[in-house]
């Protein structure tokens, strides 16, 4: 009777074992759960965008700063020279162009009278053609007239004379049109010269837009010697001093954007397949083991680097030996966004963080 309570109650202890294993095992299947998770945000690297000594360093390293905050200042000396030499190159470019504005429109104002000259030349011309006509018809009647006697050869001379001088006119007219049209094709060669000068009108002109050019890239220099946060968070990794030289290019600290926080959890790839985005996620950081933080799955990662088979020198595929009874499962990267913090709980990137999906 003893032995056979003995054995019942070992059953039972087994039993209940196998039930609490399987309790816990489909607990595991339905609420995936991993250690291997790790706090993330956005580190913004801040990069001076010019170089010269620090003048002012208003900021500690693992200082919280808001957006807009100085973080230093650049010595602004020669940038303020370099914009003031780029500020009189631009107002001498504005006045060398209006110098060559009004010599273009008074090169037009020439082009104007000399065509005005030419058409007042082309009208005497015409006039003198007429007048010519006119005088040598009524020279070859009078030529006719005296011949048949019916005119005086007094009046045939005179009217002779006349001819010659409305011959005269005609050359005189011929010789004044050809003086005004040279004068016009120099006036308009004038003007070209004067146009090529000044070049295109307003913005469009290479000069204007060149001279702004420097002076917007002046502007820009002097402004680029303040350094401002670009969003709320904490700097870290501060590698500037007061006096200090600053290069352009050479990163001086970075930036921790304090609402860009997330979880990266790890889970095996044999429970991957049961998460889903928009699952409800729980997360407990190692250095706050008693407080949960409430998280959304936000996304899974779709491929990990691959260890076998992968390229060598040699462009064949290194594969390393591996035993076919042993199969670990890869562990893929799940996003996880935090829902709200808790006030007691300052998060830092890189803690290690426990996460729980249900």
Known sequence: MKKTLQVLLTIFVVAVAVLLVTLKYFDYVANPWTRDGQVRANVIQVTPRVSGPITELPITDNQAVKAGDLLFRIDQRTFKVA?????????????????????????????????????????????????????????????????????????????????????????????????????????EAQRATAIAKRGAKGDQNAQLR????????????????????????????????????????????????????????????????????????????MSYPDTTIEGTVDSIAWGIAQQDGSTSQRLLPTVQPSFEWIRLAQRIPVKVSIKKLPANIELRVGTTASVMVR
């Open 210 to 285: 060149s001279a702004k050019a420097n002076l917007d890239n002046a502007r820009l220099n002097l402004e680029f010697t303040e350094q401002r946060a670009s969003v709320d968070g904490y700097v870290t990794n501060l590698n500037l001093r007061l006096g200090s030289q600053a290069n352009a290019g050479a990163a001086a600290m970075a930036l921790v954007d304090r609402q860009s926080f997330w979880v990266d959890a790890y889970f095996r790839e044999t429970t991957v397949g049961t998460l889903k985005p928009g699952d409800a996620a729980f997360i407990t950081l």
């Open 83 to 187: 914009l003031a030499q780029a500020k009189a190159q631009y107002d001498a470019t504005v006045d060398q162009l209006d110098s060559l504005g009004r010599q273009v429109e008074a090169a037009d104002a020439q082009v104007m009278q000399a065509k005005a000259s030419v058409d007042q030349a082309q009208a005497q011309l015409r006039s003198a053609q007429a007048a010519l006509v006119q005088s040598k018809n009524q020279l070859d009647r009078y030529e006719r007239l005296v011949k048949d006697g019916n005119l005086s050869v007094a009046n045939y001379d005179a009217q002779k004379k006349n001819y010659d001088v409305d011959r005269a006119n005609l050359d005189r007219s011929t010789a004044a049109l050809s003086q005004a049209e040279s004068a016009l094709a120099q006036a």
